[in-house]
């Protein structure tokens, strides 16, 4: 998985070191057709003050604006964590000002990002507190809702929230989800963000899987001429599942190891069980393919 190139037609060696600018350009010249939407999927900021990370984050940032995204897709742990218990109203605060400054620099793009497990406060002293829990993450996060959908140039694309009980949507949200997915005409390109993968290799490793994937499967195969390509995060962890004409991708993480040194430093640093940070580049085309490459930061 290092240094890899995911494409939805097959995995090629990604470039060197010096690849997130250089293969920017080279890209460009990949195919001989130009797709309709070019999106950056970053995930699992886990931005926090310290340690001079927001300038760090804030740099590789600037690596993703050289693809020329028309919008980016957040994948959620946006910031490093307030989800643990004892974490207190001003450290929850000082990270959403340190995930303020990091959006700046692209505060002119579109960005629709989906609820990670580290991002809402729990610890409240009450459940009518402003910032308690999800609802609060919305407003911050600027999206509409915990789940929503919406459209570009032909492409549907669902953002699901799977902070239930077990790594689930809940009953509701897949009311919700079945409904939009039979709303949609013949044929319509799908693409669906989560946080947690809902198909994985990586689940073998460290867990994090949907735990209602089994019904997520059922649902796509009902939809199949519809639903094209899952993203998600969580892991860490880069790797790609294909199944039912469905293609899986866990893009690794911008923070790789949460901005740490890594766990093994003969992998690399920043590494996470040999993944490195970094971000992936997807480009998706009128007749429903799609390529995904990941740009290793490191």
């Known amino acids: ?82 989800s643990y218990d004892e974490v207190s109203r001003e450290r929850t605060l000082e990270q959403w000002e340190a995930w303020d400054q990091f959006r700046a620099e692209i505060k002119d793009s579109k960005v629709y990002s989906c609820i990670g497990n580290h991002d809402p406060w729990w610890d409240a002293p009450a459940k009518e507190d402003e910032m308690y829990g999800k609802p609060y993450v919305v407003r911050r996060l600027n999206i509409p809702a915990p789940y929503y959908s919406f459209d570009e140039k032909g492409w549907h694309f669902i953002i699901l929230d799977g902070n239930h009980e077990g790594i689930s949507l809940g009953e509701e949200q897949m009311k919700w989800l079945e409904d939009d997915l039979a709303s949609l005409p013949s044929n319509t390109p799908t693409l669906i963000m989560s946080h947690f993968p809902i198909t994985s290799i990586t689940n073998a490793l460290v867990g994090g899987q949907h735990s209602d994937h089994k019904e997520l499967k059922t649902l796509f195969y009902k939809h199949k001429d519809k639903v094209r390509v899952c993203l998600s995060g969580h892991q860490h962890l880069l790797d790609r599942a294909w199944y039912n004409d469905v293609h899986y991708f866990c893009n690794g993480a911008l923070s790789g190891f949460w901005w740490g040194d890594g766990d093994d430093q003969s992998a690399g640093k920043q590494y996470y069980l040999e993944t490195p940070p970094g971000f992936a580049i997807l480009k998706l085309y009128s007749d429903g393919t799609v390529e995904n490459e990941y740009f290793p930061m490191v």
Do not use: C, Q
């Open 1 to 82: 998985m290092k240094r890899r190139k995911f494409l939805a037609r097959g995995a090629t060696l990604a470039m060197g070191v010096t690849a997130p600018i250089a293969a920017a350009k080279a890209s460009e010249k990949a195919t001989s057709r130009s797709p309709i939407l070019t999106i950056a999927h970053i995930t699992d900021v886990h931005i926090r003050p310290e340690e001079n990370i927001p300038n760090r984050a804030i740099d590789w940032l600037r690596v993703v604006k050289i693809h020329k995204p028309d919008f980016y897709l957040n994948g959620g742990d946006s910031i490093h964590d307030a």
